[in-house]
């Protein structure tokens, strides 16, 4: 089994920035998938970044530019980076991990095995 507990959300004025943190337990990945996905109120959760094993990442494009995912395998943490927020950014944001097989772009919530509890962003315009 895999743990993930996220850290670092809050509440944040439109052009501020945020670094929210996952930290991963349990078992070791041989390669792996660490993503980060959001969801806001009456929404479908979405993809936003991830960074697969051997540093491949993917950004969604709205984020594009003002978010960056990376991680620190010493301490089993994936962050994310998140300058220039605005207002639609507001919204839940989940830690997700699971096997990297190369098969697919890891941009789908079904494709992960492992979530964290999530953590709550809400930029203020």
């Known amino acids: 089994q895999v743990q993930l507990v996220e850290s670092g959300g809050g509440l944040v004025q439109a052009g501020a920035s945020l670094r929210l943190s996952c930290a991963a337990s349990?078992?070791?990945?041989?390669?792996?998938?660490m993503g980060w996905f959001r969801q806001a109120p009456g929404k479908e959760r979405e993809f936003v970044a991830r960074n697969a094993w051997g540093g491949a990442t993917s950004y969604t494009d709205s984020v594009k530019g003002r978010f960056t995912i990376s991680g620190d395998n010493t301490k089993n943490t994936v962050y994310l980076q998140m300058n220039s927020l605005k207002p639609e950014d507001t919204a839940v944001y989940y830690c997700?991990?699971?096997?990297?097989?190369?098969?697919?772009?890891?941009?789908?919530?079904?494709?992960?095995?492992?979530w964290g509890q999530g953590t709550q962003v809400t930029v203020s315009s």
């Open positions: 997700a991990a699971t096997d990297y097989s190369g098969a697919y772009t890891y941009t789908s919530p079904d494709k992960y095995a492992y």
């Open positions: 349990g078992r070791t990945f041989r390669r792996y998938v």
